[in-house]
């Protein structure tokens, strides 16, 4: 972690799905079973509307990493499965392009009932956060990620 | 095409933006954890923000009350909520504004509870700059609200019931008697389901299939009823109002003059499953005599396509499925339980002769005449334990998991009544048993429930008590022993003493399973919970109802219940479906594509990603003399994926509600440096 401030903790965003991820996120809160706090849950209908550019925006912006938790074929939207995983090549070349390690973007299948998959996954980025540290940081010195 | 309704427009574009921000104890779930004051008091702060409150409970008629009269009085035109999940009380809360006047979709609800106080307790601070970053996410998406309509459709008047079980025939009468179509699909060649396998039901002990034949005939004599058995659906597509089902149906094989000579003169036989295969049947059968439909049917499944020699003639029997294609308005899910099956081994089940599950015994018993004595395996029945909780709360570590890798570590619910009652039963009927119930906790919860646990006590059913990770253990007895099997068990009564029983019969009174429904779930895209029984939409306030609109649960496809709990909820998901259908038309959220036209050149990239159907397409308009091309949204055909939004190039199309500009507003409230939590502390 290079961060000057004292305490900062680098952010995750979580875009899951109304289908998929977010109730997941339900079912584990239902569980009590605890996770880092640093964690931002939006809901989504169906992550194929965001545009790559929203996600490397949102690195910019200062988010360190973005969990897509998606509910891959078990989707309600056709497009959802394919279309994410697309969506996710696309966006790895224009981060590339930024200069933004790609790790902070991940893709996880997450089901209504999956707590095991969403604590995983949560926890894996945070631990991958902690290894590369803040997303600004690696923007201000490309050369060094 | 869809009408849509309208609500009053409260807030012109041009109005000013006025946020009313109301964060919820929740009773203490989400205040023991998420300072709440303090988020009161950080987004008071934020621009547009005209008051900020917090209260125990939003979601009771004081806390509606609050906010409805902030909308009056203070002119809020945006609210946001931090509260439980928005699956639980996103609908009350809307309609909350709608009643103070406001448009329902100018309301954003921020989930504090299951995503923050429930799951960062250790972190207290954590959660409460979380729940001021969500919130503050909350109201930079509020101040981009627009006020929306729902689409409004025409529905269809019929319905489909899936399920022929007794849940699945009360709700298919019920809707029938409201004027709507049914049709009433079940699997298997009968209606019944497995209360058609009990022969005395608790409380009662009332005669099952007498029941079930009373309700079978007025189902199938009723005009609006269709009942297809041996039919199972096979593809879904549609909404609310409009399910487009198509459901094959397997032909019963035999014609009604044949059907009985067919049965006598087949020699095909396979292990019979209404017996729980403690006998055999031919695969030209029925399962019992007054049974519905009353005729013999093939089991297709079992069948070996070998001819079958009648009067001097070989007989082939064919399958001829037909395909029936429907339309139906609503979907009840009424496709029941099956009884836990102990793997080999566990209790000696499948190893040793003398152990047997519960709805074993029930048909075993069914087949002894009144006055003989019991006997099993050939040796006369003088001690039997029965053992509860079998596949019922398991515990994880402790107990195998299944071949999901989960353990059921639900309790069932039914099964310490059921087994008390056939202990009485038992005790009845042969009155020198000598019965012993292995139980964690005796849970006759329902009414007359405990009258049995008192009648079993009074008929000296011994009662040893074994903790949840000490089960019992069961082992054939050494050769020469005096019975079969010998049971030990840790009894806690006791304090602990470790006692051995032989015994010449073991029951293991076996939980409730959900049933293998993995193609309809995801042909219906419809939730199972942890447990993997369907989930409903809210435990207490959509009790049957699935988060897919217009999908109903009836029954034991829901969780473990009993036959009257069952039927309770069949006759709701039956009322559910007429307030639904009963005014031939649904509304559905308007959260669909919208094109600004100012922005569209007809670029065409989001008619190419679209998949749905009739969704968007690129039309010709005249403007100042000139034609120009522009994406045409068909919101009845639209499901708001939204994957044209995020190929166009112009930024052109959006899905109500969820746009674009609103996310990124939503994430630069996340991300901010200097979050507004810090500045409350000045």
């Known amino acids: ?145 | 095409m869809p009408e849509e309704k309208k609500f009053p427009e409260t807030t012109p574009a041009s109005e000013e933006v006025r946020v009313g921000v109301y964060t919820c104890h929740c009773g203490g779930n989400i205040s023991h954890v998420v300072r709440c004051e303090r988020v009161t008091k950080s987004l008071g702060k934020l621009s547009n923000v005209v008051v900020a409150r917090t209260d125990p409970s939003f979601c009771s008629d004081t806390g509606q009350a609050i906010i409805e009269k902030d909308i009056k009085e203070l002119g809020v035109n945006r609210v946001v909520i931090g509260a439980c999940a928005p699956s639980l009380h996103e609908q009350t809360f809307r309609n909350t504004v709608t009643r103070a006047g406001l448009n329902p979709y100018l309301y954003h609800h921020v989930g504090l509870r299951e995503q923050d106080s429930w799951v960062h307790g250790d972190d207290k601070d954590g959660a409460t700059e979380k729940a001021i970053r969500l919130m503050s996410a909350g109201v930079a998406k509020a101040r981009l609200l627009i006020p929306l309509d729902p689409i409004r459709l025409g529905a269809e008047k019929q319905a489909l019931v899936i399920g022929g079980g007794v849940a699945g025939l009360r709700s298919a009468l019920d809707i029938a008697r409201q004027g709507i179509r049914v049709t009433l699909v079940e699997k298997s060649p009968f209606l019944g389901g497995r209360m058609a396998q009990l022969e005395s039901i608790f409380p009662t002990d009332e005669e099952p299939r007498q029941l079930l034949h009373e309700l079978i005939e007025q189902a199938a004599a009723y005009p609006n009823i269709t009942v297809l058995t041996q039919a199972e659906v096979t593809a879904v597509s549609g909404y609310v109002g409009n399910f487009n089902v198509r459901v094959t149906q397997r032909s019963r094989g035999v014609s009604d003059e044949m059907a009985e000579a067919l049965a006598a003169a087949c020699t095909q036989e396979t292990p019979d499953e209404f017996n729980y295969g403690l006998t055999r049947r031919k695969v030209i059968c029925r399962p019992y005599e007054g049974c519905y439909p009353p005729l013999p049917a093939v089991d297709w499944e079992h069948y070996d396509g070998q001819p079958i020699q009648l009067n001097g003639k070989s007989v082939v029997l064919k399958d001829e499925p037909q395909v029936h294609e429907l339309t139906a308005g609503a979907i009840v899910l009424a496709t029941g339980f099956d009884p836990y099956e102990p793997r080999r081994g566990e209790y000696g089940y499948g190893e040793i002769p003398e152990v047997a599950t519960l709805p074993q015994l029930i048909r075993a018993l069914s087949r002894v005449p009144e006055g003989e004595p019991l006997t099993w395996n050939g040796h006369p029945v003088r001690d039997v334990a029965l053992i509860h909780c079998v596949g019922s709360r398991e515990l994880d570590g402790v107990h195998e998991p299944q071949a999901d890798g989960q353990v059921n570590n639900y309790c069932s619910r039914v099964c310490c009544t059921a087994s008390l009652h056939t202990a009485v039963e038992l005790r009845q009927r042969f009155p020198k048993l000598n019965l012993y119930e292995l139980y964690q906790d005796i849970r006759t919860y329902g009414r007359g429930h405990e009258e049995i646990y008192r009648q079993a006590q009074a008929k000296m059913v011994r009662f040893l008590r074994y903790h949840g990770d000490e089960r019992p253990e069961v082992a054939a007895a050494p050769a020469g022993d005096t019975h079969p099997v010998l049971v030990r068990v840790k009894d806690t009564l006791t304090y602990g003493e470790e006692i051995e029983i032989p015994v010449d019969l073991v029951v293991l009174a076996v939980g409730m399973m959900p049933r293998q429904i993995d193609s309809l779930v995801n042909m219906l895209k419809v939730s199972r919970g942890a447990d993997r029984f369907l989930l409903e939409a809210h435990p207490k306030l959509r009790p049957v109802e699935m988060a897919v609109r217009g999908i109903v649960l009836a029954g034991t496809a829901q969780g473990p219940m009993n036959i009257q709990e069952s039927l309770s909820a069949a006759s709701a998901a039956a009322a559910k479906v007429a307030s639904l259908l009963g005014q031939g038309r649904v509304e559905l959220p308007p959260f669909v594509a919208r094109v600004d036209e100012s922005k569209c050149n007809g670029a065409g990239a989001c008619v190419e990603a679209c998949l749905e159907e009739g969704a968007i397409a690129l039309q010709t308009f005249q403007e100042n003399g000139r034609e120009v091309k522009r994406a045409v949204v068909t919101p009845a055909n639209c499901t708001g994926c939204g994957a044209c939004v995020g190929v166009c190039p112009n930024r052109a199309i959006d899905v109500q509600a969820w746009t674009l500009a609103q996310y990124e507003a939503m994430v630069d409230a996340i991300a901010m440096e200097t979050p507004a939590f810090s500045e409350a502390e000045k």
């Open chain 1, 1 to 145: 972690m290079t961060s000057n401030e004292k305490g900062k903790q680098p952010k995750i965003l979580i875009l899951a799905t109304l289908a998929g991820g977010y109730a997941g996120a339900d079912a584990t809160g239902q569980a009590h079973t605890d996770y880092p706090a640093n964690t931002y849950i939006l809901p989504v209908m169906c992550p194929v509307m965001f545009p790559p550019e929203f996600f490397v925006r949102a690195f910019e912006r200062g988010i360190d990493g973005i969990i897509i938790m998606y509910s891959g074929t078990d989707s309600p939207y056709k497009v959802e499965a394919d279309g994410t995983a697309a969506l996710i090549n696309r966006s790895y070349a224009l981060m590339k392009t930024r200069g933004i390690d790609i790790r902070r973007l991940r893709l996880a299948a997450i089901c209504t009932v999956c707590v095991k998959p969403f604590l995983k996954e949560v926890n894996q980025m945070a631990d991958l956060l902690k290894g590369i540290g803040f997303v600004k940081d690696e923007i201000a010195a490309p050369a060094a990620a």
